[in-house]
């Protein structure tokens, strides 16, 4: 029997530099061993990487372009590495060579940490074709796929897949083709007057037609208010009480308030404020103050931001010649 048949390959394409949050989502990975991560860099992985769990396939960005050109009757150019986002329904056809002994396969982000998904996800996936985490759209950060030919083919069902990689912007192919307020306001995909038939369209008509089952209920947590609290205990991942399959910290990391401290000083266990990662062992009083430093602070570094922002614009509209404003300001 396939010991990998049960397990999740999740296929992550990623180039630059590993960003300061990383061992939170390698750790989150180590302790599961329902999910294993297919990493497509041209990077080293880093050394805190489980070998059991943690592969890479190295490729440059342009050989990943060359070898998505091969797999794909039509032609993609992925000048802008936020185009990789739209690949990601693909990504099941693209290295099906690497991943044929897996039950599973994934799309998803580094920007996350996974929850006890040893003891969330098996059930879930062993009774659906397709499984995603938000009940409204298919969720980039994490969603995943059995690994059959039909369910990896389903891309090519939409009618708009040549125009969608025609774009050289990315056109939320992989989630729900831009229309974010309309589905939150209630319409329904099938619908709608879409402006692509993306892959939120393709499942939805697929279920409809009980062609498939298609899980799609919000498990996660993304985004943290003031007075809220997400909790990593004994590798369990909760928000008032209720376990989580992951925390994705896509708003935070962008706000100067929120730190990253060094993942090997905090303890097993800890907990994300809307300002950044505290340990349990922290006294209240000096998570209190650090609250109040970084909020103050943000809005400090705000504030003479735009003013240092606001007085530039004015110098330079003073100082520089009228036949040259046209190409500055336009």
Known sequence: MNSKAGKIILIIPYYGSWPNYINFFINSVNKNDIIEVLYITDLELPEFCDEKSHHKIHFSLKELNN?????????????????????????????????????YWAFGDLDLIFGDIDNLLPEIISNNDVITFHDTWISGPFTVFKNTSYINSLWKTSKD?????????????????????ELLS????????????????????????????????TRIKESILRDEKVEYKN???????????????????????????????????????????YSFKTPKFLVKLNYIYRIY??????????????????????????KYRINVFK
Not at 80 to 95: E, V
Not at 243 to 260: A, G, M, S
Request: include cysteine; proline fraction near 1%.
């Open 67 to 103: 070898h998505v050109n091969e797999k794909l009757d039509f032609f993609v150019n992925l000048e802008s590495f936020r185009k990789l986002c739209d690949l990601k329904p693909l990504y099941g056809h693209l290295f099906e060579d690497h991943i044929k002994d897996y039950g």
């Open 161 to 181: 897949v040549e125009k969608v990689f025609s774009e050289r912007s990315y056109q939320s192919f992989d989630e729900c083709g831009n229309i974010y307020s």
């Open 186 to 217: 209630g319409e329904s995909i099938l619908t709608i007057d879409r402006k692509i038939d993306c892959m939120l369209y393709v499942f939805s008509k697929e279920a409809k037609e009980n062609n498939i089952k298609f899980y799609k209920k």
């Open 235 to 277: 590798g369990k991942l909760s928000f008032n009480g209720e376990e989580l399959v992951h925390y994705h910290f896509i708003t935070e990391k962008q706000y100067l308030r929120f730190k990253f401290p060094n993942f090997f000083k905090l303890d097993n266990d800890f907990y994300f404020l809307h300002t950044g990662v």
């Open 297 to 322: 602070l943000n809005e400090i570094y705000r504030f003479f931001g735009k003013l240092f922002i606001s007085l530039n614009y004015r110098l330079l509209n003073k100082t520089v010649k009228l």
